[in-house]
């Protein structure tokens, strides 16, 4: 009864729970949008210069313009650069301003306009420019201003000047699916199940399984974490347990200690996923990582957190 107890609770954490996402400091990035970072160089540096076209074959007169004037649609400038004009002795600091009826002289970060500049880490950073794309696909950037489509061919400039940053609420979601996809295996279930209740138990040579395979087990700081273990439970100087150590080491309280917090209920539900193979349970002050391989869950390390 327990066991289902457990499991149900633990199912029910774990597909509920969903992390907390940040937002951009300095300017909040529409998180439901992805956007391409333009990464803008050490000084001196010359002013960007792109070219937004009304379609794909990015003929005639540019729509939009991003140059040295500053930002402008259809031949009229919204946004210009700090101080009026590009400097490019100062380009660290350089972010427009637009001159908009409700807010006269605001950073370049209006809800609408694609191409956001501001100060980073909270207007305490250097600048940093984004745009805001509603498709990327094959170097081709796809923005809308004003309902009209404008397009960018990120892909012929150099690939160390830009890139794509998923839009948080994609990147959150897909990690929600993935999330869920591990927790609700059945056989993930069970063997978190089975071994909270094999470390709860007096006979814990069950929990050998945990690194069933492996010549050896790596625990780099064993001896802080599981402070007052004996010299049967220690590491070789690699910070490696070899699996008679780790069978000695089963039978030392501190360190079944460690096990038992990643294994309870709320290790489990605080799990993070590194990827669908990889997870971490959280011991409170340490991880324990587990792989999987073949559809069976090993233990791969306890790490202390950073």
Known sequence: MHGL????????????????????????LSPDQDHVELKLPDVPATAPDLRFYGDKSLKGTPVMTLDKKGLSFQGRVLCDWSGGSYNAQKSVNMVLTCNFKNQ????????????????????????VLF????????????????????????????????????????????????????????????????????????????????????????VPELQSLAAGSTG??????GGFLSQRRFSECLQEAPFVDLLKECFSLEGVEALQVVDENTLRLDGGEHWCELVREDDEWTLETITPKD
């Open 131 to 218: 745009l805001e794309v509603k498709k990327l696909e094959k170097g081709m950037a796809e923005l809308e201003f004003q309902q009209q489509a404008l397009f960018l061919n990120v892909g012929a400039l150099d690939a160390e000047t830009w890139k794509l940053v998923e839009a948080p609420n994609k990147a959150t979601q897909r990690k929600k699916e993935r999330r869920r996809a591990l927790v609700t295996n059945k056989k993930f279930l069970k063997f978190t199940t089975d071994m909270n209740q094999c470390l709860a138990s007096e006979d814990r040579t069950c929990a050998n399984s945990l690194i069933a395979g492996k010549d050896r087990f790596y």
């Open 104 to 127: 006269p002289g605001a950073i370049a970060c209006a809800r609408g306009l694609p191409v956001k500049s501001f100060w980073s880490d909270d207007g305490e950073g250097s600048a």
């Open 5 to 28: 107890f457990w499991t149900t609770t633990l199912l029910t954490l774990l597909v509920t729970a969903l992390p907390a996402h940040a937002a951009e400091g300095g300017c909040k």
């Open 232 to 237: 049967n439970c220690r590491t070789d100087k």
